[in-house]
């Protein structure tokens, strides 16, 4: 059996949602980040949830553009069905294709539920086949160690 080594020259990663507490609603612009997945084939979008109001929710879906700052559209079949605080403290991946004419990607979340903190929630986009060349946004990774 073959073994990956190194993973970490195979993989670009970089932070989409800033993790935090977000309230009802979609999750602001503030604490969404744009992917640059230039040079890359695929996105494995993970999801991390915290704790989740009694009542609280989440939905996402994932959009690209041509440009970090233009206009996104939704990535065809990439929502994911709500979940319910049943599902708090769990991982949620959406795994889409890069499309060359639209290598930016954003997730689009939306936090379910009445009151100020309904979710805590993060994301990290994992940028993988393709090229392999890093693309021009810094790193979110601050260290990476390989043991061999």
């Known amino acids: 059996m073959a073994y990956l080594k190194d993973i970490s020259r195979l993989v670009e990663a970089q932070t989409s949602i ?3 507490g977000y309230g009802t609603g979609a999750i602001p612009a503030s604490g969404i980040i744009a992917v640059d997945a230039q040079g890359f084939d695929r996105v494995c979008h993970v999801i991390q949830l915290g704790t989740m109001a009694s ?3 989440f939905d996402a879906e994932i959009t690209e553009s041509a440009t970090a700052g233009g206009t996104y559209t939704l990535i065809a ?3 994911m069905t ?3 605080a049943a599902n708090a403290k769990k991982v949620i991946l959406i795994d ?3 499309n060359s004419a639209k290598p930016f990607q954003k997730i689009r979340g939306t936090a379910t539920t009445a009151g100020t903190v309904s979710i805590a ?3 990290t986009a994992l940028l993988y086949r393709g090229s ?3 693309p021009t946004t810094a790193e979110d990774v601050a ?3 390989y043991v061999p």
Do not use: D, E, Y
Request: net charge positive.
């Open 143 to 145: 260290q990476s160690v």
């Open 18 to 20: 800033l993790p935090k």
């Open 77 to 79: 079949s990439s929502g």
């Open 82 to 84: 709500a979940i319910t």
């Open 121 to 123: 929630v993060g994301a």
């Open 96 to 98: 889409v294709p890069v």
């Open 132 to 134: 392999g060349m890093k």
């Open 55 to 57: 009542s609280g929710g």
